[in-house]
């Protein structure tokens, strides 16, 4: 069987392109130098495992033998997984912006040997076909203009180039202030749908970030229309088809409106955002439907997306035996076969018929309350709970056997620090141990694998460690190291987060437009240095660095932490009131600047009544570190949050804010009071 150099890779989308007849070549000096050597132009392609037009693509066109022996005659072609060089995706990205109006992958550019580009697209058919010109005509046309006519190639490239280079142009400093959050939440209010929850029509995307900002927002001025909105967008979806019922865990967004049918890929960053939502839900409502979700899905994410040694594995695809979804839907006869009698509980409770709700198919959902099911079977609502828990096990024992989806299994630092948070808030919640110790021995794999001479590297697969880190990954991990250190302060996590803290100051900071460039001072040159300033499916490093920069300052009263906080607030925040929906991490940074953080230690946790007081409340704008033991306070001496501290023979805490602190609490009314 044929193989190309991308069988030496190790992302698992590389791979699969491996016996292309596409003579592939991954992003490297190799086949930079090629292109220049041959004087060739170099054809792009980045996607990711779990796309699924990525796939339709490489079927249509890369195992063409046609199609690839003329790419191989007249392209260096190079083969870019956007999840392990984000980079080089954000610049076409944005070029394909610029051209088209939109992006999305595949993503398919061509360039000149020096990286410009000059022609992209995102999915060609193979031949013409849907009012789009098919791949196989577009490569001769370009390979004929290259050779005939390589002066509007090199204009084409220009004008690109120009219009690249004017996206990273700088905003406006404004000042900060309360009426930027109050026209924020308006603005994002007015995107959301009243029916359904979320935001926009469809397709509709889980967006943690936007629901955590109503959230703080309707606590900080007690508006209780943006709490109401923000629950129920949690509710249908936990309700909904784009929540796994039986196996916990969440898909990547909803093709309709109602939260029912998701296209079926599971994201690891899905599962680590969202369940902070719930966290928060349950602090504000208490009620356990919330707790139940989250444990579902980070129960999920440790039966499922967890790799021997501690780290986080990066995706399921949508489809499985080439078809999408088949791995989780049902008919209501295999149910009945699987279930019995208890079958009809089951399918009432969660909406299986006959006809099905999908392509015949049924995708599991819950519009019925446990009441109605109860009522309407004369038994009782704990009954009912019992049944549908049993049913549930039963259908995913079934379901394990089925053939899986195909698993992208490297283990990206970004990524797995959001899951570290995720880990770390859901045992905040909980207390159950298991969830702290997945946080720590992710970290521990992390310190292990993914450090190479004090710097942080981006992926992990097979024992290979690569690629310098990225904003995010040193924004993310620095963030999940503040949250495991506030449950369990050991001064190494907050040693480490402060060296990661300068390292971005020193090599990412870009002090003329007063935000964090995406790659490092050290970083392979591109045709520009990228920036990536909107929290979308994932928060911008910038917004999770002004964020880790505001908490540093607090712990450690470094006044340099505090002015870059400040200074990409002023940059954006005006930006963010208007967009709000881009912006969603930045304006929870801006909300927590503004108020002034309440900053809450505890010190001795043997009253545990009080401790889980504390802990299970709603609190988003405060810093809260649980100190266990003497030992651990000594260590922490040296740093301000905690100097001048005593250890106590009983639970007391202490509540500072905006410089002034309390006298040691330690009875709830006192501290509530406080609070």
């Known amino acids: 069987m044929a193989q190309n150099k991308l069988i030496n890779e190790t992302s698992p989308y590389l791979l699969q392109h491996a016996h292309n007849p596409v003579d592939w070549y991954g992003w490297n000096d190799e086949a930079l130098q090629k292109a220049k050597n041959e004087n060739k132009p170099i054809f792009l392609s980045i996607g990711y495992s779990s796309c699924h037009w990525c796939h339709v693509m490489a079927h ?6 046609e199609v690839a022996k003329f790419m191989n005659e007249n392209f260096v072609n190079i083969k870019v997984d956007r999840e392990e060089r984000p980079d080089i995706d954000d610049i ?81 400093p404004s000042s900060l202030d309360r009426i930027l959050l109050d026209e924020a939440a308006m603005n994002l209010f007015q995107l959301g749908d009243p029916t359904f929850g979320g935001f926009g029509s469809a397709p509709k995307f889980p967006n943690a970030a936007n629901i955590s900002f109503l959230l703080r927002y309707a606590k900080l001025f007690g508006l209780s229309k943006f709490n109401e909105f923000a629950l129920k967008t949690l509710n249908k979806m936990a309700k909904g088809g784009i929540f796994d019922q039986i196996g916990g865990g969440f898909h990547r967004y909803s093709t309709d409106s109602r939260w029912l049918v998701p296209h079926f890929e599971k994201m690891l960053y899905d599962n680590a955002l969202i369940p902070v939502n719930y966290a928060e839900a349950y ?25 021997p040694q501690g780290g986080f594995y990066s995706a399921y695809d949508a489809d499985s035996e080439g078809v999408e979804g088949k791995f989780y839907v049902w008919t209501k006869s295999e149910i009945k076969e699987i279930l019995g009698s208890d079958a009809d509980i089951f399918c009432l409770y969660y909406d299986v018929t006959d006809g099905g709700n999908w392509e015949g198919n049924n995708i599991l959902c819950n519009n019925l309350n446990i009441s ?17 828990l049993s049913c549930s096990e039963k259908l995913l024992k079934v379901r394990s056997k089925r053939i899986h989806p195909g698993l992208d299994d490297k283990i990206l630092v970004s990524w797995n620090s959001l899951m570290i948070t995720a880990f770390a808030k859901g045992y905040r919640v909980t207390e159950n141990a298991k969830y702290l110790d997945a946080a720590k021995k992710c970290i521990s794999f992390i310190e292990e694998n993914l450090f190479e001479n004090g710097k942080l ?41 402060l060296k990661l803290g300068d390292h971005l100051v020193d090599h990412f900071w870009d002090s003329k437009n007063s935000n964090f460039f995406m790659t490092s001072d050290d970083h392979e040159q591109l045709i520009i240095r990228p920036k990536s300033n909107y929290d979308l499916s994932l928060p911008s490093g ?34 963010a009131a208007e967009n709000p929906f881009g912006f969603g991490y930045l304006l929870n940074t801006l909300s927590i600047y503004l108020e002034k953080p309440l900053e809450i230690t505890i010190l001795n946790l043997e009253n545990s009544n009080l401790c889980k007081h504390l802990l299970t409340r709603y609190l988003p704008n405060s810093f809260m570190v649980t100190i266990q033991n003497s030992n651990q306070l000594e260590k922490l001496s040296e740093f301000s949050f905690f100097a001048g501290k005593s250890f106590p023979n009983k639970t007391s805490v202490y509540i500072c804010k905006n410089f002034s602190c309390s006298l040691p609490l330690s009875n709830i009314e006192e501290i509530d009071s406080h609070l």
């Open 92 to 172: 076409y990205q944005k070029v394909c912006q610029i051209a088209t109006g939109q992006g999305g992958w595949p993503l398919s550019i061509f360039l000149t040997p020096d990286q410009k580009p000059f022609y992209v697209g995102t999915y060609f058919p193979v031949l013409d076909s849907y009012g789009r010109p098919g791949f196989g005509s577009i490569c001769r046309q370009l390979s004929q203009a290259w050779k005939e006519k390589p002066k509007d190639i090199e204009k084409a490239a220009e004008n690109f180039l120009d219009a690249l280079n004017k996206t990273e142009t700088i905003k406006v």
């Open 542 to 575: 910038n917004s999770v660095s002004a964020s880790v920069m505001l908490r540093l300052y607090h712990f450690s009263q470094k006044q340099d932490f505090l002015d870059i906080t400040t200074k990409i607030l002023e940059s954006q925040a005006q930006i």
């Open 372 to 388: 109605t099911v109860a009522f309407n079977f004369g038994i009782t609502e704990d009954k009912v709970r019992e049944i549908l």
């Open 283 to 307: 602090q504000i409502t208490k009620d356990p439907f919330y707790l139940e979700v989250l444990q579902k899905t980070l129960d999920f994410v440790l039966r499922e997306m967890t790799s």
């Open 457 to 497: 590297l981006r992926t992990y697969k097979n024992g290979t460690a690569k690629i310098d880190g990225y904003l995010e990954d040193y924004s993310y991990f620095a963030n999940a190291l503040l949250d495991v250190f506030e449950i369990e302060p050991e001064s190494k996590y907050l040693k480490l987060a």
């Open 60 to 65: 249509e066109s890369f195992e063409n033998e």
